[in-house]
C-alpha cells in the first residue's frame, strides 16, 4: 500500500482539473464519491491467515500430548513453536502437515482440512522432518528429480542445487553426505514443490554452530521471498533471531504468545545487571535502589534484576558515590525467552 501522500496524489488526478476537483479538494464533492475516495486512500491490507488451529487436542493413551491449542499463522510470517523436548511440539506440526489425526479441535491450512484434504493440502506445503532417511545409493539430483515428479507443480532442480549449496554434490550418494548437507537437502525437498507454507520441525538440531547459522541464513531467505515459515524449536536464540511470533509450548499447552520483544517486554523479569564493587555491601540496601527487583551474590559479584535499567542504573552510581564504594565492572544481559518460559513456567527450558 502507498503512502498516504502518494495515494492522494493517486486519487486527486482522476477527478480531472475542472471544478470537480477543485469541490473535490475544498470538501463539496456529494458524500458518496467522498466516502469512495477515502477508502480508496485509508485502506490497509488485512492479514490473510494461512494456518488456523483451534482448541486442539491429541492423547496417546494417558499421556495428554496437546491440551487445548489456538493459534493462527499469517500470510508471510516466520511463526515459531518453542518449547522443550516433550511440549508437543511435533505432534501439533504434524497434524497440521496431515500426518497424524488430532482426537479434537479443528485445523485449516492453506484454507484445507489436512485430516479431509491431505492430497491437496500437500500441493501447497512442504515438509522438513526432525530427519530424513533416503536410500544410502540415491544421489543429491535423483532425489530431487523423484520428489518433483510427485507434483504438479515443482521448483528447477538445477536452481534447488545452486541456491542449497548442493551443486558440486549433486552426484553424491546420500551415504556420503555430512549431517550439514542432508539438512541442506532435507531443506531443498521441502521446497521442491514451491510451496505457499514450509514447516520445518527442529531444522537446527544436531548441528554444530557454523551449519546453525548457514540454515538461519536459508530461512531469513525464505522469509524474503515471502514465505510463511512454521519452525518448531527448543533452542532458546534460534527462535528470537528468525521468528517474527512465537508461541511457548509447556506439557502440550500454550503459555505465551506474541512477538519475540513483546513477550520480553511483558516479563516482570526486568534487565540483567551484574556488578562488580571496590568494597561489599548488603544485599538489603540494593534492593532498596530504585527499579530493583531482585538481587543476589555470588562469587564476589552482584546480580540484581531491574526495570527500567537505565533507572537504577542511575540511581546505583549515586548510591555508591554517597557510600563513598567505587563500580568496578558492570554486564548488562537484556532478559530472554528463557526468562519469559521461567516466568510463566516455574522451571527452566531443557535443552
Known amino acids: 500500500m502507498a503512502p498516504l501522500a502518494q495515494r492522494w496524489e493517486l486519487v486527486v488526478p482522476l477527478l480531472g482539473s475542472g471544478g470537480a476537483r477543485s469541490d473535490w479538494c475544498e470538501g463539496r464533492l456529494p458524500p458518496p464519491v467522498l466516502s469512495c475516495c477515502y477508502s480508496l486512500m485509508t485502506q490497509t491490507t488485512e492479514k490473510t491467515v494461512l494456518v488456523s488451529v483451534q482448541n486442539l487436542h491429541k492423547r496417546y493413551g494417558d499421556l495428554a500430548a496437546v491440551r487445548g491449542l489456538s493459534f493462527d499463522i499469517f500470510q508471510g510470517e516466520v511463526f515459531g513453536l518453542l518449547g522443550p523436548n516433550g511440549a508437543g511440539k511435533t505432534t501439533t506440526i504434524e497434524i497440521i502437515e496431515g500426518l497424524r489425526q488430532a482426537d479434537s479441535g479443528s485445523v485449516r491450512v492453506c484454507g484445507l482440512d489436512p485430516a479431509q484434504e491431505s ?46 549449496g548442493l551443486v558440486e554434490k549433486r552426484h553424491t550418494y546420500f551415504e556420503k553426505l555430512s549431517g550439514g548437507q542432508k539438512q541442506r537437502l532435507a531443506l ?27 540454515i538461519y541464513a536459508l530461512i531469513e531467505r525464505f522469509r524474503g521471498e515471502g514465505r510463511t515459515v512454521l519452525l518448531t524449536t527448543h533452542y ?5 533471531r528468525l521468528c517474527d511470533r512465537v508461541a511457548i509450548m509447556d506439557r502440550g499447552q500454550l503459555v505465551a504468545l506474541g512477538t519475540p520483544r513483546e513477550l520480553i517486554t511483558r516479563s516482570g523479569q526486568g534487565t540483567r545487571l551484574e556488578l562488580r564493587l571496590a568494597k561489599p555491601v548488603g544485599l538489603e540496601r540494593l534492593r532498596v535502589i530504585d527499579g530493583v527487583i531482585d538481587c543476589h ?11 527500567p535499567p537505565a533507572v537504577t542504573i542511575a540511581a546505583l552510581v549515586r548510591f555508591l558515590e554517597s557510600d563513598d564504594n567505587a563500580l568496578l565492572d558492570l554486564h548488562i544481559a537484556r532478559p530472554s525467552l528463557e526468562d519469559v518460559f521461567v516466568e510463566m513456567t516455574g522451571r527452566r527450558m531443557e535443552h
Open 119 to 164: 492430497m491437496s493440502l500437500k500441493e501447497r506445503i512442504g515438509a522438513q522432518l526432525q530427519s530424513t532417511v533416503l536410500p544410502d545409493k540415491m544421489r543429491v539430483d535423483e532425489a530431487l528429480r523423484l520428489f518433483a515428479g510427485f507434483y504438479r507443480r515443482s521448483a528447477s532442480v538445477e536452481t534447488l542445487l545452486e541456491r542449497f
Open 188 to 214: 531443498a525437498l521441502a521446497l521442491v514443490n514451491d510451496p505457499e507454507l514450509v514447516l520445518l520441525d527442529e531444522p537446527t538440531v544436531g548441528l554444530d554452530p557454523q551449519l546453525r547459522r548457514d
Open 236 to 240: 532458546i536464540e534460534e527462535a528470537e
Open 297 to 307: 551474590e555470588a562469587e564476589g559479584a552482584y546480580f540484581l534484576r531491574a526495570q
